[in-house]
């Protein structure tokens, strides 16, 4: 783990690894004063990238919203890891949103647990 606290000019950064079945999937969090930037491959490449935020409505019950910007927009399992982060940021008492990119070979639900456990143990926010 890697990390660069730049706090005086705007950004904090930690660089993570795990491994998964022979395969390295990278990891970089980035906290900015307005947004989380999270990315994860195994590609080296970004993939698909979302945003996802927490609206607050007439309820006491806040929803979240997660969208595609580029990429596969037809990948349930990707749009469920943006939203179960954006949750435990809010959880945390952030309300900055996420901006999520994927770049992975294997879209499993067990590839992408590792990669929600991964940022949240090594969270900034």
Known sequence: ILAFPFEDIGFAEIQSQFSWQESKVDIVICSYDDQFLVMATQIG???TIMHARKEEGMLNTPTFNV???FGKRDEPMLLACAR???EHISNSGSSKPLTLSLGLKDHSMEILK?????????RLW
Do not use: D, H, R
């Open 45 to 47: 490449t970004m993939g």
């Open 67 to 69: 969208s595609v910007i």
């Open 84 to 86: 179960q982060l954006i």
């Open 114 to 122: 590792g990669i929600v456990s991964a940022v949240i143990e090594n």
